[in-house]
């Protein structure tokens, strides 16, 4: 019996060796275009955690902060192009341009609660397909968490559609997202969210549309009036990575990001969920006015949105992929 115990302890220590072996000492690059008090950074840094504590140590992922390693597009560009950069977390606006069928995550006013919207993403049949969209592209999806929905500010007093005409608006560097506002009679200023504040600051620009975590950290009371809730789009968290360098990995490192960015994906609702509040009542201390827009301009808006739609549809050209979305 003590031989076979012996025996069996041997096992055991061989095949921990063969896991540990499957497992590199690393150091990896995460990047975002958003500043630290954001759930996106949180979604990052849980990530990062969940990753090192799986590894035991292993591996080590190093997070860059507010586009230091280059804006939501030239990350996109460079994940694929070099080993530079290993991980994105940002919104899927800027991924658009690069896989058309994004723009399902663009379509105006689709979802106005977060629990809907977080049962269509989860569906295993659509999240699938979008996966799918994504290694079409040459990246690879660990999760999709979010930051709630995106939402309006301005200096000017916003309560019906007409409004809206005449504002000049800083949006994402995203066509279905300028096609929105301009069809309101807005006048739409691209601009990276690093230049959000000083544009702003020098009147160049009147309002932007960002969710409230971003409007807090980037610190747009001090140059905002109002904040207009809209729910014109949610504002979803993408973790991606390059499939070229998912697929280098052991299937040990593959499981290990795997479970790590199912766990940050639930860490990020959880936080952004808790900090709502917290974060409305910040910006009603720092002055601003939060204005809730009443049913009727909200369809009002849906109406003023079917070009949108339309555009949209057409830029898509997966019906099946529309329908999965809105769960028909």
Not at 30 to 57: C, H, M, Q, R, W
Request: hydrophobic residues 40%.
């Amino acid at each position: 019996m003590e031989y076979l115990s012996f025996k069996y302890r041997n096992n055991i220590y061989a095949k921990a060796s063969q896991v540990n072996n499957e497992i590199r000492n690393m150091c990896l690059l995460l990047g975002i275009d958003s500043p630290k008090d954001t759930v996106t950074y949180l979604y990052a840094e849980k990530f990062a955690e969940e990753v090192y504590n799986l590894s035991d140590g292993r591996i080590r992922i190093q997070i860059y902060t507010d586009a230091q390693l280059g804006t939501d597009r030239q990350m996109l560009r460079s994940i694929l192009q070099n080993s530079n950069i290993h991980f994105i977390a940002q919104t899927t606006a800027p991924q658009a341009p690069f896989m058309p069928k994004l723009s399902v995550f663009d379509i105006p006013l689709a979802y106005m609660d977060i629990n809907d919207l977080r049962n269509a993403i989860d569906n295993k049949e659509f999240y699938e397909e979008i996966s799918n969209v994504y290694r079409e592209g040459g990246y690879k999806l660990l999760g999709i968490a979010d930051q709630l929905f995106r939402h309006m500010t301005s200096n000017k007093e916003i309560r019906s559609t007409d409004d809206f005409r005449g504002i000049r608006i800083r949006t994402i560097q995203n066509r279905n997202h300028e096609a929105f506002w301009s069809n309101l009679g807005a006048t739409v200023i691209p601009l990276p969210v690093s230049e959000v504040y000083r544009n702003l600051e020098l009147g160049l620009i009147d309002a932007q549309e960002n969710p409230y975590e971003v409007i807090a950290a980037l610190n747009l009371y001090d140059v905002q009036d109002y904040v207009i809730n809209t729910y014109h789009l949610p504002h979803l968290l993408t973790l991606i990575t390059s499939d070229k360098f998912y697929n280098s990995l052991t299937p040990t490192e593959k499981a290990i990001m795997d479970l790590a960015a199912k766990r940050a994906t639930v860490y990020a609702r959880e936080k952004a969920d808790e900090r709502f509040e917290e974060i409305k009542n910040f910006l009603i201390d720092k002055g601003m006015t939060i204005i809730d827009l009443p049913y009727e301009v909200k369809l009002d808006l849906r109406l003023k949105s079917m070009p949108v739609y339309e555009r949209i549809y057409q830029v898509i050209g997966d019906v099946e992929l529309i329908k999965s979305y809105f769960g028909q």
